[in-house]
Structure formats: structure tokens, C-alpha cells
């Protein structure tokens, strides 16, 4: 029983992480950020938003443990803080080849 509630438990915390990308601009921000660390500026300039959109984006991906920040004077820096995040990225374009075929 205790080991069904871990992995419920384990798997409510997995969907909240992709929920947590589930958003074109998120992915956007999540692969620009795997170029390196960008001010929040640069971010929405890229997506086009307004800074409270683009700072809420962030905020979801901040919570969720993909991002973290680091102020520097006035001046907000993004980075990825799990790279590993872009093997999901891999995984879902093998997903969208596979459904071309």
C-alpha cells in the first residue's frame, strides 16, 4: 500500500512538471535557456509578451524546479537549473516523427 501512494505521489509530481511546460512560450524559454542564462528582457523580447506574462511564464517553470534566477542590480538572470529537462525535448520530437510516418 505505502509503495502505490509513492509512485501516485511520484507521478502527480511528474505531470505537475510537464504541466508545468505545457505552454508554447515556457518551451520557447525553456530552449532559449539551453543556450545559456538570459536576462528576463532578452525572454521577452524573443516571445513577444509583455514583462508580466513573460514573468509569470517563468515563475511556472521557477516553481516547478526547471529554471532558477539570479538578480544582478536591476536586472533578473534565467538559467536552466536541470539540463536534463532537454532529453524530454528529444523524446517528444521522436514522438512527432514516429506520428509522421
Same mark, same amino acid.
Given at each position: /500500500? !505505502? !509503495?502505490?501512494?509513492? !509512485? $501516485?505521489?511520484?507521478?502527480?509530481?511528474?505531470? +505537475?512538471?510537464?504541466?508545468? /511546460?505545457?505552454?508554447?512560450?515556457?518551451?520557447? /524559454?525553456?530552449?532559449?535557456?539551453?543556450?545559456?542564462?538570459?536576462? %528576463?528582457?532578452?525572454?521577452?523580447? /524573443? &516571445? @513577444? *509578451?509583455?514583462?508580466? !506574462? #513573460?514573468? =509569470?511564464?517563468? *515563475? &511556472?517553470? =521557477? =516553481?516547478? @524546479?526547471? &529554471?532558477?534566477?539570479?538578480?544582478? @542590480?536591476?536586472? $533578473?538572470?534565467? +538559467?536552466?537549473? %536541470?539540463?536534463? #529537462?532537454?532529453?524530454?525535448?528529444?523524446?517528444?520530437? *521522436? %514522438? $512527432?516523427?514516429? @506520428?509522421?510516418?
Amino acid at each position: /500500500m !505505502t !509503495t502505490d501512494i509513492i !509512485t $501516485i505521489e511520484r507521478f502527480e509530481e511528474r505531470a +505537475r512538471i510537464i504541466k508545468a /511546460m505545457a505552454h508554447p512560450s515556457r518551451l520557447l /524559454m525553456i530552449d532559449e535557456l539551453s543556450r545559456g542564462e538570459r536576462c %528576463v528582457c532578452e525572454l521577452r523580447d /524573443m &516571445v @513577444g *509578451s509583455d514583462m508580466s !506574462t #513573460v514573468s =509569470k511564464h517563468l *515563475s &511556472v517553470l =521557477k =516553481k516547478a @524546479g526547471i &529554471v532558477e534566477d539570479d538578480k544582478r @542590480g536591476k536586472q $533578473i538572470y534565467y +538559467r536552466l537549473k %536541470v539540463p536534463c #529537462v532537454l532529453n524530454f525535448f528529444s523524446c517528444i520530437e *521522436s %514522438v $512527432i516523427e514516429a @506520428g509522421r510516418h
